[in-house]
């Protein structure tokens, strides 16, 4: 039986009449790569905010590495790392410098600091690279640093927020290539977040949050073969006809997302012709794909991530002008 190395129960947390994170109960193993998967604004940041004990929980339960995430603060902070969504390294500083901060404020023995430095360093492509300031970092490299830091003191847990957010494609690639390696070299527990379908492939388990709850939780291969079916885009000239014709000819119930009609069929590649041969509503094309997550994700709320993201961000204005209203 694998030790827990995360475990909520019924975690909550209001902030006024909103409820950003809405109870969850979950229990990670040591050793595993998990990742909250979810829309900007799912409550993804709050649940690791909580964890980390950098928010106070509004209801519920939370352990750390075995400690009380309310209780024990100072005993998880000692057995975690973590890497913000915003950079948190000093720019001003060289990227050694950094790290021998951290170890101080963790009281890092003095005889470790060199090898763990070394060893960190090396682990995310950095040592040559030690005794330049970090202002003259890219993007990428910033963040691979902001990865050494938090492991530089053997943490059991690593959060990582957002870890590749704002990068380009090619260096978030190279990012979870690091991430990869940092499995196979420590003994350590990944819990992420993130709104990118293709890094949530790389988890051993995913959650898919929605507005503060988990909506699905298990390996990514098995989320994906319980949607078992294909998605087809149709793109048309009448949106709301193309539905309307789906329902009324194949008995199909399609959605509006992301600008295209999409419906999900048993074997797609057989179900275009069929389309084609009987749609009263001109095709300008069709694009048939096998099961993603963002399937699974549409699957349990009728819309892509993408979408869920814009209506997530309308909600949140909509709570700022109440509260400006209200102040006035």
């Given amino acids: 039986m694998a030790h827990e190395a995360v475990a909520m129960d019924g975690l909550r947390k209001r902030y006024g009449d909103f409820e950003a994170v ?70 001003y500083l060289s990227a050694e410098r950094n790290l021998r901060l951290h170890a101080e404020l963790y009281g890092i023995p003095r005889a470790v600091v060199e090898p763990r430095l070394r060893q960190v360093l090396d682990m995310v492509g950095l040592w040559e690279r030690r005794k330049n300031k970090v202002a003259t970092f890219s993007g990428g490299m910033r963040r691979r640093l902001e990865i050494a830091r938090g492991l530089m003191h053997s943490p059991r847990v690593l959060f990582l ?19 990869r390696e940092l499995k196979q070299a420590e003994d350590i527990t990944i819990f992420l977040t993130t709104h990118y379908m293709d890094e949530a492939e790389y988890c051993d388990r995913i959650a898919i949050m929605e507005q503060g709850k988990i909506i699905a939780l ?91 993201e814009t209506s997530a961000t309308d909600r949140g204005r909509e709570r700022m002008q109440k509260l400006r209203g209200a102040r006035r």
């Fill in 22 to 91: 809405r109870g969850i109960d979950l229990t990670i193993d040591a050793g595993e790569t998990f990742g909250f998967l979810g829309p900007n604004g799912a409550g993804k940041s709050t649940a690791i905010g909580m964890l980390c004990t950098l928010i106070k929980p509004t209801g519920g339960q939370a352990r750390v590495a075995g400690f009380d995430v309310v209780r024990q603060r100072d005993d998880v902070r000692r057995n975690i790392g973590l890497v913000f969504q915003d950079t948190t390294v000093d720019t």
């Fill in 218 to 308: 298990d390996t990514p291969e098995a989320l994906k073969a319980s949607v078992g079916k294909d998605r087809v885009q149709i793109h048309t000239d009448d949106d709301t006809a193309a539905i309307t014709a789906l329902r009324e000819h194949f008995g199909l119930t399609a959605v509006l997302a992301e600008g295209t009609v999409t419906v999900s069929v048993e074997h797609g590649e057989e179900f275009v012709p069929r389309l084609f041969a009987g749609f009263p509503v001109p095709i300008r094309a069709v694009n048939v794909s096998r099961p993603t997550l963002d399937d699974v994700f549409m699957s349990y709320t009728g819309t892509t991530i993408r979408d869920a």
């Fill in 161 to 179: 927020d957002e870890p590749t957010v704002g990068l380009d494609p090619q260096t978030r690639s190279s990012i979870w290539r690091y991430i």
